[in-house]
Structures are given as structure tokens and as C-alpha cells.
């Protein structure tokens, strides 16, 4: 964990793919999210839609998969935004470092 992360609180909200769309893979689903699919908030007490365009900083979106079996985090950080595919993760940073795509 970096410097820059620390102390800094990250919010978990659960979503499904919309409009009854369903990924197979989780790179399928980091394709989806990286051209502006929308996803369905399941989260108790929200709703609505998010996408790539309209997730907020600081939020990791937990989206569920392959018949809702399998779940795939897709973090987005304040201040970093993956080039590749627009998110966030371990796999993300570790890329931008090495200047190489993620394999989302
Ligand atoms: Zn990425």
C-alpha cells in the first residue's frame, strides 16, 4: 500500500451488469467498464446506474458476473485513472509503473 492510499477510505458498493447484459470473464467485464457500459447499483439504500464516466474517486464498484456467480473490483482511486481501461486496480498500477497495459 502506497503512501497515497493510506488513510484513505474506500467505499464498496455492489453492482450488476445492466439491461440484462452478463459478462463471462473479468476481463470482459474491465472491456465493458472501460466503454462506458452502465452497471446497476444493488447496494442497500442506492440505486440507479454507474459507468466509467460517472463513478466516483474513492468508490471500488464490486461487479458481479457470469450469472452473478463471480465478482471482479474495479477501484478508482483519487487522482488515478488507469490508461488502458479507466479503473483502478492492483493489476492497473502496477502497469502504469511498468508503463504496459494492465490485461484488462
Ligand atoms: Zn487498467
Do not use: W
Not at 473479468?26 to 446506474?49: I, M, N, T
Not at 482511486?77 to 479507466?86: L, S, T, V
Amino acid at each position: 500500500m502506497s503512501n497515497e492510499m493510506k488513510g484513505t477510505v474506500m467505499e464498496y458498493v455492489t453492482v450488476v451488469p445492466a439491461y440484462g447484459r452478463d459478462y463471462k470473464s473479468a476481463k470482459e467485464v474491465r472491456e465493458g467498464y472501460a466503454a462506458g457500459h452502465d452497471f446497476l447499483v444493488q447496494s442497500f439504500g442506492r440505486g440507479g446506474y454507474v459507468n466509467k464516466d460517472d463513478h466516483p474517486a474513492g468508490v471500488t464498484l464490486q461487479v458481479r458476473y457470469r450469472r452473478l456467480e463471480r465478482v471482479v473490483l474495479i477501484g478508482k482511486g483519487k487522482g488515478f485513472e488507469c490508461q488502458y481501461c479507466g479503473g483502478d486496480t492492483t493489476e492497473c498500477r502496477r502497469a502504469a509503473e511498468l508503463n504496459a497495459p494492465c490485461g484488462a
